[in-house]
């Protein structure tokens, strides 16, 4: 049974450019969340999905975007991108049933230069 | 505005011994905590969580204990073992049904000692 897989993992992009960021989620889940989590930081959440609709945000701009697709994979959007969206961006996929569902993939990182 | 804070950045322990690592909250609407662990390259992996309606839990090696007036909470590992060198991260969240929203610390790194 496959757990939360992301892609892609490492990438590079320029300053001002868009990048997409896809996350399958583990089989049976059907709500996903982004987080960024920055060199030396804990991840922050930036929204979750859940029955294709964005459920809820933390506090990030317009510039980040998502959509969930009925299959439940998720994809996370950043426009314009800035130096300071370097980061590790992590997918978390849950179930409503408890808890400890919340599994994590191994991220994407992504560099800004 | 720090919501979760993990004061110690890394901590050392001897092999066989107790790993003590602490977590403050400020957000009174906090009532489900949770550790992770986290090894470089791979994502942060669930350990242990508590609700606000208990003090202590417990799994194996791992005891998570919460002090709901001082709003801190402590994860033990006993004995550590070297197989536990990562970085721990302590979450919380306000309950409210699907709320799956985690709010972060910036993680301790336990370095277990042979």
């Known amino acids: 049974d496959a757990g939360v897989t992301q892609s892609p993992t490492h990438l590079i992009k320029t300053r001002g450019q868009q990048v997409t960021l896809r996350c399958s989620p583990k089989?049976?889940?059907?709500?996903v969340s982004w987080y960024q989590q920055a060199l030396g930081q804990g991840p922050q959440f930036i929204f979750q999905?859940?029955?294709?609709?964005?459920?809820q945000r933390g506090n990030f701009p317009d510039r980040f975007s998502g959509h969930q697709f009925p299959n439940y994979s998720s994809e996370l959007n950043v426009n314009a991108l800035l130096l300071g969206d370097s980061a590790l961006y992590l997918c978390?996929?849950?179930?409503?049933?408890?808890?400890?569902?919340?599994?994590f993939g191994e991220g994407s990182w992504l560099t800004v230069v | 505005d720090q919501q979760v804070k993990q004061n110690s950045p890394s901590l050392s322990v001897q092999e066989g011994r107790i790993s003590i690592l602490n977590c403050d909250y400020t957000?009174?609407?906090?009532?489900?905590f949770l550790w992770y662990k986290k090894y470089p390259a791979e994502g942060p992996t669930f350990l242990i969580s508590?609700?606000?309606?208990?003090d202590k839990n417990e799994d194996g090696r791992f005891t998570v204990f919460l002090n709901k007036s001082a709003k801190h909470l402590s994860l033990h590992i006993v004995p550590s073992q070297p197989g536990d060198s990562a970085v721990y991260f302590c979450?919380?969240?306000?309950?409210?049904?699907?709320?799956?929203?985690?709010?972060f610390g910036k993680g301790t790194l336990l370095t277990v000692n042979p």
């Open positions: 957000n009174s609407m906090f009532d489900y």
């Open positions: 999905y859940y029955e294709e609709e964005e459920r």
């Open positions: 978390a996929s849950s179930s409503r049933s408890g808890w400890n569902t919340i599994y």
């Open positions: 089989s049976g889940h059907d709500t």
């Open positions: 979450a919380a969240s306000s309950s409210g049904g699907s709320n799956y929203k985690l709010t």
């Open positions: 508590i609700s606000s309606i208990k």
